[in-house]
């Protein structure tokens, strides 16, 4: 008997589709082996600039993670298994009286002291990146306390305006978790978390690795205009209203950004825990990017519509691929086909009757799917 998929029974396909999105979201996170090296330069890198006598030493650094390893929505590159990581710096220091690039200079004079990061270096505007060829790299962003600005907000230095700008690190990764309903952090040097069970990890997380795949994809060709990652987290996280699954969640966060927009001008997008960062700044620099992400998200939103009421797996697939790739939606859809024919005819496939997810245990709450329910011979 075939595991292609042929028909879908229009009664349990928003299972079906909440299970393919669930099965996307597991492919393009990170591996454990790709976390555990992540995790392992990362102490490496922390542990060099912390080091007691370093040239860095006196002005007390703070290490810590941030963006999307640090908040769990890291996907590798279409592709590829490469990413990026992102830590933070922290000197106690001045910015009132320190010049920014100075700063700057003083992170990659240490980070050049080590023979093997010394050969990685790039410098960037705002951060000193280390570059592990096939792998990923580390951007390490120095920073210093804004204590006018309270709680955890730090200025940034910017090369190329020679100023301190404001940021939050810690304080967005506490309101994005908030969003998600987990727990809050206080400000110390930290590790990155351990990765979550995918079981277990939050829908607004797995709706923003899915709207960075769909960026990926869809901006694959013009990719100095693709909306960045911070931006539509921060969009996911302010639209997110508890949904209970991923598809609505992801289908109702699209049309709130889209009735967000302001009828003339761009739309603004801050740190919500520090207002005076604007996280969309690039915009003002490259107005064409801003009206090809307004142009992004009308076709996602219009797709979205389309797979709401798709009822044959060929066009779900058709779609799937058309936002996430063609290669994910095919191994996705081929491996729920087995996953469901191996159950269905051990007689152990239910429907939970609430969540609507798929599952092979019988429980409370779930009803037994019939053995012909899914797919063809």
């Known amino acids: 008997m075939s595991t292609q998929p042929q028909d879908l029974s229009p009664s349990h396909a928003p299972e079906i589709l909440e299970d393919l999105l669930l099965r996307m979201g597991r492919k393009v996170q990170l591996s454990e082996p790709r976390h555990r090296q992540a995790t392992e330069r990362y102490r ?6 912390d080091e007691p006598g370093s040239s860095l030493a006196r002005f007390r650094p703070v290490i810590y993670p ?5 908040i769990g929505t890291t996907v590798h590159l279409k592709g590829t298994d490469e990413f990026d990581l992102d830590a933070v710096c922290e000197l106690s220091i001045d910015w009132t009286r320190s010049a920014p690039v100075a700063v700057l200079d003083a992170v990659e004079s240490r980070l050049a002291q080590s023979d093997d990061y010394r050969r990685m270096l790039e410098r960037k505007n705002r951060c000193v990146r280390l570059v592990y060829a096939n792998e990923f790299h580390v951007d390490v962003l120095p920073a210093v306390p804004d204590p006018a600005a309270g709680g955890t907000c730090v200025r940034v230095p910017d090369r190329d305006l020679r100023e301190w700008v404001p940021s939050d690190p810690i304080g967005y990764a506490d309101w994005f978790e908030s969003r998600a309903k987990l727990y809050m952090v206080e400000k110390m040097a930290m590790p990155i978390p351990a990765p979550e069970p995918f079981e277990t990890k939050p829908i607004l997380k797995v709706v923003v690795q899915l709207l960075k795949r769909w960026r990926d994809v869809r901006y694959e060709t013009d990719p100095d205009r693709a909306p960045i990652s911070i931006v539509l987290t921060t969009l996911a996280g302010q639209h997110y209203a508890a949904e209970q699954t991923t598809f609505d969640a992801l289908s109702r966060v699209v049309t709130r950004v889209l009735a967000s927009l302001p009828r003339s001008g761009r739309l603004r997008v801050c740190n919500p825990s520090n207002s005076e ?35 044959g797996i060929r066009q779900i697939k058709k779609i799937l691929g058309e936002l996430f790739g063609e290669k994910l939606a095919e191994t996705v859809i081929n491996e729920q086909a087995r996953n469901v024919e191996q159950e269905r005819q051990g007689g152990r496939l239910r429907v939970a ?25």
């Open 353 to 377: 009757t609430i969540s609507g997810s798929l599952t092979s245990v019988a429980e409370s709450g779930t009803a037994p799917i019939r053995r012909n329910t899914f797919y063809g011979d």
């Open 277 to 311: 960062e604007d996280l969309s700044e690039r915009w003002d620099a490259d107005p064409s990017a801003y009206d090809v992400f307004v142009e992004g998200m009308i076709a996602l939103h219009d797709s979205l519509g389309s797979l709401r009421s798709a009822r």
């Open 66 to 70: 941030q963006g999307s390893l640090r």
């Open 44 to 49: 490496s890198i922390a542990e060099f600039l």
